[in-house]
């Protein structure tokens, strides 16, 4: 069985050791890239292919519950150049998830047992500071650190770049912010510096921001397919799935396609910290269950009418507020639905013994 230091610079740490349950016949990988049906696995040995067993597909067959990429996994090693099986998904540590578009309270897994998570913006015209707020959300509430990252800053004006700087400042967020050029290649050496070996970066944002071309820079060679400029200047898209890459320095790093879209799902605790200075306003209203949407004493009314707090801030608070209490909701309402059918196949197999 492997020991829990062969598997540290794979990202293993205590937590995990704490909460890891195994068969005598089984060893823990992680998973690196997922195909369809075939997972890529890594361990110390190196990487290999793997398939759920069927049992496990039979217990879970909602995709959440499937491994997704960053996720520890029990697996009966292959013979050979064979495929292994996989047996369990361990717990997970962390996760980054989003709404599943047209089903509600489902949602889809990103990536897992992730420690910081790069949200990735381009200076020129991918900046948008609602968005970068909902990822934000999601990353926190996912027990994940965020870390934001400003690309191409070699095609904007200083004073555009300050201007941008100056807005996230201004919206609370306090989230480190990074900015690079991958043209110029300033702020790749700040970037290289927070990439901890054994930790875990998985780096999202929209298409074409410049993702992966950072990340072979990273890497020190082509290993992730990268597209040309397009006349706005902007690259084109071209990661199509999750991969789990070790840089030479230790740090993992995962690549994922472009996601302009980020549905928020129950983050309540991700709210609170990504919307600290409103949550905190809120202990000073007059009524205990202020809504902040009119009530006479609302603090955070006042803060906006002052300036301390932007409209947009407040009201991009409360979209993610009411989105998120309404996916939440959806979830209970499935929940409660996939109980009572639960129950009723239960009903008609007991009907058909009796007969």
């Known amino acids: 069985m492997l020991q829990i230091s062969d598997l540290t610079p794979l990202g293993w740490t205590d937590w995990f050791e704490e909460r890891a349950i195994y068969g005598a016949d089984e060893t823990v990988a992680r998973v690196a890239a997922v195909d369809r049906d075939l997972l890529w696995l890594m361990d110390p040995t190196g990487t290999f292919r793997a398939k759920l067993a069927g049992r496990y597909l039979y217990r879970h067959q909602v995709s959440e519950e499937r491994p997704c990429v960053g996720d520890w996994v029990c697996v009966e090693r292959p013979a050979a150049e064979g495929v292994g099986l996989v047996r369990a998904l361990l717990e997970r540590r962390t996760v980054l998830r989003r709404n599943s578009a047209g089903a509600a309270g489902e949602y889809q897994m990103i990536a897992a047992n992730v420690d910081y998570v790069v949200v990735v913006q381009s200076c020129h015209y991918d900046f948008n500071l609602n968005r970068l707020e909902r990822y934000l959300v999601m990353v926190r509430d996912g027990g994940a650190e965020p870390l934001v990252l400003l690309t191409k800053t070699d095609l904007v004006a200083p004073e555009v770049l300050a201007r941008q700087l100056a807005e996230i400042e201004a919206a609370g967020v306090s989230a480190s912010v990074l900015t690079v050029s991958n043209v110029t290649r300033e702020g790749v050496d700040d970037l290289e510096r927070r990439l901890q070996p054994g930790k875990t970066y998985c780096f999202v944002g929209s298409s074409g921001v410049g993702k992966s071309t950072l990340i072979n820079g990273l890497i020190g060679r082509d290993a992730l397919q990268t597209g040309g400029v397009s006349g706005t200047g902007e690259g084109r898209h071209t990661t199509v799935r999750r991969e789990l890459i070790v840089l030479k320095s230790g740090a993992l790093v995962i690549d ?26 809120g202990s000073s209203c ?22 301390a707090v932007t409209q947009e801030h407040y009201e991009n608070y409360l979209k993610l507020r009411d989105e998120s209490a309404f996916h939440e909701m959806s979830s209970i309402e499935k929940r409660k639905k996939d109980r009572d059918f639960g129950k009723f196949i239960k009903s008609v197999k007991k009907d058909l013994k009796k007969r």
Do not use: K, Q
């Open 256 to 281: 994922s396609p472009g996601m302009r879209e980020f549905g928020v799902i129950g983050a309540e605790s991700g709210i609170s910290d990504s919307f600290a200075n409103i949550v905190g306003l």
């Open 286 to 307: 007059r009524y205990r269950d202020c809504s902040h949407s009119g009530e006479p004493g609302c603090a955070v009314l006042e803060a906006v009418e002052s300036g």
